[in-house]
Every structure is written in C-alpha cells, then in structure tokens.
C-alpha cells in the first residue's frame, strides 16, 4: 500500500471516528462550520481538521485546537518560558565569572596587601552579591 492511499485510508477512519461521535457543545444540531485548520501528517503533507468549529475569529471557523488565539497564548508561553532559560544561563555565566574574578582578586590580595588590591577585592566581592541577590 503507498504512502497516499495510507494517508485517505487514515482520512476514512478519522471521518467515521467523528460520525460516530458527534461533538457535544453545539444545540440545536444545525450545520456546524468546520474548524478552518490542517491537521499536520508528517512529510510535509496536511489534511483538512475535521472536527466542527467552536470559535469565530475573522470570520474563520476553528476548533479548539486550531483557535488561532489559543495558539498564540501557547506561542507566547513558550517564548517566555525560552526567554527564562536564557535569562537563567545568562546569570549563572555573570555568577561564574564574578567568582572567578573574587579568586583572582584574592590571590592578588594574598600576595601584596596594598590598600588599591583590598579595593579592588572588596569591590569584587560586592559585584559577586549584588549578582547574587538579583
Ligand atoms: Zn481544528
């Protein structure tokens, strides 16, 4: 069997799935518009969505699943929580770097206990904290 009868057969099944069980949510059981999205079937095919729509947006028609609106909601969520994670990398680089740079200080320190490298570490170690404390 091909990959495009495969794919009709599996229409035929999803279109006798939804005969059998017809969407709740709508009274009255007038003509339902069908939701305007595609289904994704890999290798760059798509199908038609098959369920009913729920939501208007535009004048198009979608499904829960293909509301345009609930899709950008999840889009938005996703970045956020991308942005987080680089946020967070990001921080724990500065972090590092800081630490490092309160060792390198010390060592200076240790070696010459001048007044400008008790500065400079004491200022090090305040750039650690305030990193640390965001
Ligand atoms: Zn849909």
Redesign the pocket.
């Known amino acids: 069997m091909s990959f495009c009868e495969d794919l009709a057969e599996m229409e035929q099944i999803e279109r006798e799935w939804h005969a059998l069980h017809p969407p709740k949510g709508r009274e009255g059981g007038e003509m339902a518009e069908k939701?305007s999205?595609y289904v994704d079937r890999g290798w760059g095919t798509h199908s038609d969505?098959l369920?009913p729509g729920k939501v208007e947006r535009d004048g198009m028609w979608?499904?829960g699943?293909?509301d345009p609106a609930r899709l950008e909601k999840r889009d938005a969520e996703y970045r956020a929580r991308i942005a987080a994670d680089n946020e967070a990398r990001g921080r724990a680089v500065l972090i590092a770097q800081l630490k490092e740079s309160v060792v390198e200080t010390a060592k200076a320190w240790g070696n010459c206990p001048s007044a400008g490298n008790s500065i400079a570490l004491a200022e090090a170690v305040k750039a650690l904290r305030k990193a640390e404390s965001k």
């Open positions: 939701c999205g969505c369920y979608y499904c699943i293909h």
